[in-house]
């Protein structure tokens, strides 16, 4: 199912795409200076770079996911089954996390393109660095609460030389960093309410 979601935040991506393609004017800022200012304009087909960027990013966790699963099917261990499995449960997570993540930012960059054109009744654009910042906390958190469910693998968790010793020493230098990821997620929503624009991803 979480799979799914993902595909499914795709397909959103590229209706999105083709939907507002039509009403955005020919040029769109394509890139932003560190201080938010354009320092490059592109054609309004560009905005098909945010959907492609998400086709991959769903592409590679597919993938991923796919050999977890080929795995546990061929575990010859019922626990180690079960632990594989669960860490594909993770990384489905943690996917889901960075396309949506992706996907809003599309919508926050259309949103602010047609405000700026004209094409909206009412001329306000969002902090799209602001925003970004905001996400990045909420999917810190998430991420967080999620890792002292990993079990010692050698793809995802924190996987240092240490932490890979053992299960014991694995499973405390993961709900240690789990912790640490949770508490750098309320910083970052907190500042990124507080501050905009460079300030709050440098925070970030």
């Not at 560190?34 to 960027?53: A, C, Q």
Request: aromatic share 8%; proline share 1%; glycine share 4%.
């Amino acid at each position: 199912m979480k799979n799914k979601i993902i595909w499914i935040i795709t397909a959103l991506s590229f209706l999105v795409s083709a939907v507002s393609v039509n009403f955005l004017p020919e040029q769109i800022a394509a890139h932003r200076d560190f201080n938010g200012t354009v320092d490059r304009y592109g054609s309004r087909y560009e905005i098909f770079n945010y959907s492609v960027l998400i086709l991959i990013i769903a592409v590679v966790f597919t993938l991923i996911s796919a050999h977890l699963k080929k795995s546990e099917l061929n575990s010859s261990e019922e626990k180690e089954a079960e632990m594989k499995k669960n860490n594909n449960k993770v990384l489905l997570v943690t996917g889901i996390c960075v396309v949506l993540m992706q996907f809003v930012m599309q919508c926050v960059f259309v949103f602010n393109e047609l405000a700026s054109s004209g094409r909206l009744d009412f001329d306000v654009e969002i902090d799209s660095l602001s925003v970004l910042s905001l996400l990045m906390g909420i999917m810190f958190i998430v991420i967080g609460n999620i890792m002292p469910k990993v079990k010692r693998n050698d793809m995802i968790g924190l996987r240092t030389n240490s932490s890979m010793k053992n299960d014991q020493i694995w499973q405390k230098s993961n709900r240690f960093a789990g912790k640490v990821m949770v508490i750098c997620g309320f910083v970052t929503i907190v500042s990124a309410l507080l501050f905009k624009g460079m300030a709050s991803v440098i925070i970030t």
